[in-house]
């Protein structure tokens, strides 16, 4: 699945990528949600982040990709498929997180990424594909839009 584009090319995370996965979901963490939900531990990347991404790279259920230039990660895919439930009765791939360092945005490198996650969807017998963002987050939303996924649902809240 190795995907080649003259500033990154896209392809499965191995275990030597988990200290650069860790790097871009910290930064995914205090970009994102460090702006936008106060409830979110900003940290948990770098406590937790190794080990749940070297458990993820054997895991068919999970999808880890990464985006590398010049033999240096500049961005990361992680995905997951889950059966249907009685309710759901459909199985559906969830991207979980994505992140571009700022300097490689605009290069299709996470456009590349989200093509990679969807053809893996596609494989692993997905008839869904879903993606949350922050309602704060527009440039997430447009992005997620512009590769084919539309809002089919809001969740609202409150802090109490």
């Not at 500049?74 to 571009?100: D, N, W």
Request: with cysteine; aromatic share 6%.
């Amino acid at each position: 699945m190795t995907d080649h584009h003259e500033d990154a090319a896209v392809r499965p995370a191995v275990l030597d990528d988990v200290p650069a996965l860790v790097a871009c979901s910290a930064a995914l963490s205090a970009e994102d949600a460090g702006a936008r939900d106060a409830t979110v531990d900003i940290n948990w990347p770098l406590e937790h982040g190794a080990e749940r991404f070297t458990s993820g790279v054997d895991d068919p259920s999970r999808l880890l990709l990464v985006a590398e230039r010049g033999g240096e990660v500049v961005g990361h895919l992680a995905g997951a498929v889950a059966e249907g439930t009685a309710m759901r009765p459909v199985k559906v791939a969830t991207l979980v997180s994505m992140y571009v360092r700022p300097e490689h945005r605009g290069a299709r490198t996470g456009t590349r990424l989200v093509e990679g996650f969807l053809r893996w969807a596609k494989e692993q017998g997905a008839q869904e594909a879903e993606v949350t963002a922050y309602a704060a987050n527009g440039d997430a939303i447009r992005f997620y839009e512009r590769n084919g996924f539309t809002a089919r649902l809001v969740t609202s809240g409150v802090s109490l």
